[in-house]
């Protein structure tokens, strides 16, 4: 039997060291449930490996190392089993709201960390005979029956706080706390194979299961109501009044210039198949791209106001990514609240640059400028600066700096460090790569 013990607290060890491993990789560690796992995970490490110890020298002459394996498996589990109820009651939020609880756990395992200890002059929960083999003690039931008692009022106190828990954790709490309680009342009618410890490890897999599988669901839920919000984001670019102005304007060239007019039709449904073709763009677009489609929203404009609006270009270099819709939002800026408020209108300039350490794009006008410190506290949302702003940082670790004066204009500065654009570059080539 020794044989199977080991190879069962060995296949445990190794479940566990994944389970580990997953979580000291990919696991929120500022998160106080993680830590407690990380914990929960070591300590059973211990137990697993305290065990197959003790089996190993079962029966031996090395009397020393069975009676520590034992009594560190002992040990272990109690602290395992004060762990496991303290996850279960954060989980539930139940930890610091219900003291009794706490106290009431934290007596139980310290009982059988007590009687551990006496064990080892009693012979209560085990003994070692003249033959050197390790033999459940007179009182090993009581050894078990602490465990039943710990995670039978946790599961209780849960129980009575449905109400307040996920639905996910309504549905598994019969098996968070069922499962242990039978692997411990198993304990008690087995005599020759050791279920504890590989039962502590299955039961720390289901969790963990459980807790990625919600993790999944709520990454899922957060990459829709996010795909939601750059829907309307991309939406909002396209501005009703602009929509009608331009088709207002297409329908006047349409009867004093048909050629204009169906140039302008087809600038129109490039500048909107652009708009639709970043709704699906999650990663970083190159920069030629999004510059196109600056400059057919310009030529729509341009439609519209004629002489008062003028632009320039200063394009050295465009081979480097960032998000899809950048530079539209800034450039719009420039348009509705800068030249256009001109009564002889204005200039733009756009300029793209690459320096050593970084790509450059600016974004001047001559308009009617404004007071940066009057707008940062006149109560409006500036979304579309914001989000601009915002994904330049989380995408390609980019910045933008706004600068304005009161009847000279403003500048808008898109900085993309090289190392930002590199990951950008990889990332767009494996979506192309993937599609």
């Not at 190794?14 to 560690?29: A, E, K, Q, V």
């Not at 598994?172 to 590989?198: D, N, R, S």
């Not at 609006?309 to 050295?316: D, K, M, P, S, T």
């Not at 794009?361 to 006149?378: A, C, H, L």
Request: proline share 3%; glycine share 8%.
């Amino acid at each position: 039997m020794a044989e199977i013990n080991i190879a069962l607290e060995c296949f445990g060890s190794i479940l566990t060291l994944i389970l580990l491993g997953s979580l000291l990789l990919h696991g929120d560690r500022s998160n106080p449930s993680t830590r407690l796992f990380v914990g929960m995970l070591l300590v059973n490490l211990v137990s697993l490996w305290a065990d197959a110890w003790a089996w190993y020298w079962n029966g031996t002459e090395y009397v020393v190392w069975n009676w520590l394996g034992n009594f560190l498996q002992y040990l272990s589990g109690y602290v395992l089993l004060f762990l496991y109820c303290q996850y279960l009651l954060v989980r539930a939020s139940l930890w610091t709201t219900c003291p009794w609880i706490r106290r009431s756990v934290s007596a139980l395992c310290l009982l059988g960390i007590g009687l551990t200890v006496l064990t080892q002059f009693t012979g209560l929960f085990y003994t070692i005979t003249p033959e050197h083999l390790c033999l459940r003690g007179e009182g090993f039931w009581l050894s078990q029956a602490i465990g039943l008692a710990a995670l039978a009022l946790v599961g209780g106190v849960m129980g009575l706080h449905r109400k307040g828990q996920a639905r996910e954790e309504r549905e598994l709490l019969p098996a968070y706390v069922l499962l242990p309680m039978g692997i411990l009342a198993a304990e008690l009618l087995w005599t020759e194979i050791t279920l504890l410890g590989i039962g502590a490890t299955l039961t720390l897999v289901l969790v963990f299961v459980n807790v990625q599988l919600q993790r999944d669901r709520r990454l899922r839920a957060q990459d829709k109501e996010l795909a939601e919000k750059k829907i309307a984001i991309m939406l909002s670019q396209i501005q009703p009044h602009f929509l009608y102005n331009i088709l207002g304007s297409i329908e006047w060239l349409c009867e004093t210039n048909p050629q204009k007019a169906q140039e302008a039709t087809d600038e129109l449904a490039r500048f909107l198949r652009g708009n639709m073709d970043s709704l699906q763009s999650t990663r970083v677009i190159p920069a030629s791209r999004e510059l196109e489609h600056v400059r057919c929203y310009l030529n729509l404009e341009r439609i519209r106001f004629g002489a008062h609006l003028r632009v320039e270009y200063a394009i050295e270099t465009s081979d480097f990514f960032l998000p899809a819709l950048s530079l539209q939002p800034l450039v719009e800026n420039a348009v509705r609240h800068g030249v256009t408020k001109r009564e002889e209108g204005g200039t733009i300039w756009i300029s793209a640059r690459e320096t050593e350490e970084s790509y450059q794009v600016t974004i001047r006008d001559d308009g009617v400028g404004f007071d940066p410190v009057r707008v940062r506290g006149d109560g409006r949302e500036h979304v579309g600066i914001e989000n601009v702003r915002s994904r330049l940082a989380a995408q390609c670790g980019g910045t933008l700096c706004i600068a304005s004066q009161e009847g000279v204009g403003t500048v808008a500065q898109v900085r993309i460090p090289k190392t930002g654009d590199t990951q950008g570059k990889e990332s767009f080539d494996a979506d192309h790569r993937g599609g």
